[in-house]
């Protein structure tokens, strides 16, 4: 079975990503992945979520060189 790591608000903030607020107006906007519920009102990335996001907006970058 494979492990899958699931980031909270305070894992983004703390890489970089931003606020509590501000990743709320980026999910809201479209620029950011939406996060899965895992209960009681709780939001998670999964972590491999958001490196494939990473990963095509690298690539957006490159195309558009």
Known sequence: MQNINLLSYRDLESRGY?????IWRKV???DFP???DTG???K???EST????LE???DQLKAAE
């Open 50 to 53: 958001i490196v494939d996001w």
């Open 40 to 42: 009681c009102g709780r």
């Open 18 to 22: 931003g606020s509590r607020v501000t």
């Open 28 to 30: 809201n906007a479209g």
């Open 56 to 58: 095509s907006k690298a």
């Open 34 to 36: 939406e996060p899965i």
């Open 44 to 46: 998670r990335w999964r």
